[in-house]
């Protein structure tokens, strides 16, 4: 080879050339609206999105809950802060808190300010994520279903 860095350059820059589009990919929830938007379903849907914000045809779940017995005290307290700092995101229009009847289980339910499908709620399901990791929930862990779930 007479000229091995022009080579490896040239080859370099087509590579990069190749992975371009690849940036602009962003992997998301297809909510599937638009194959049934002739359906009564479909009107719903739209009427839904298009009258109240957009992410309340898209909620966030976040459960807590323990294996064996109640939630301690201080778990329900964990739950009432996370709860209260969700509440405060500006990405969030409403959030609810609801405990089962066993008192093992707690449902946060978080509506996005956004679409179910744009980044800002995809962002905002990281953060709850990032901050349901780290609560102070003592003796268990919180699972985010879907979410976080989107339901």
Do not use: K
Not at 31 to 42: I, N, Q, T
Not at 91 to 103: E, L
């Amino acid at each position: 080879m007479r000229h091995p860095v022009a080579i490896t350059a040239i080859g370099t820059l087509a590579l990069g050339a190749l992975l371009l589009p690849v940036s602009g990919l962003r992997y998301g929830l297809d909510l599937g609206a638009s194959e049934v938007a002739s359906s009564p379903a479909g009107q719903g849907y739209t009427l839904v999105s298009e009258s109240f914000a957009p992410g309340l045809t898209g909620p966030i779940s976040v459960t807590v809950s323990r294996d064996r017995g109640r939630l301690t005290g201080a778990q329900v307290t964990a739950v009432s802060r996370f709860t209260v700092a969700t509440a405060a995101n500006g990405r969030v229009t409403r959030v609810t808190s609801a405990r089962s009847q066993d008192g093992t289980t707690s449902l946060i339910t978080v509506w996005p300010r956004y679409a179910a499908d744009s980044t800002q709620t995809a962002s905002l399901v990281g953060q709850l994520r990032g901050a349901a990791r780290t609560a102070p929930w003592p003796l268990g862990s919180p699972s985010t279903s879907g979410a976080c779930q989107r339901r």
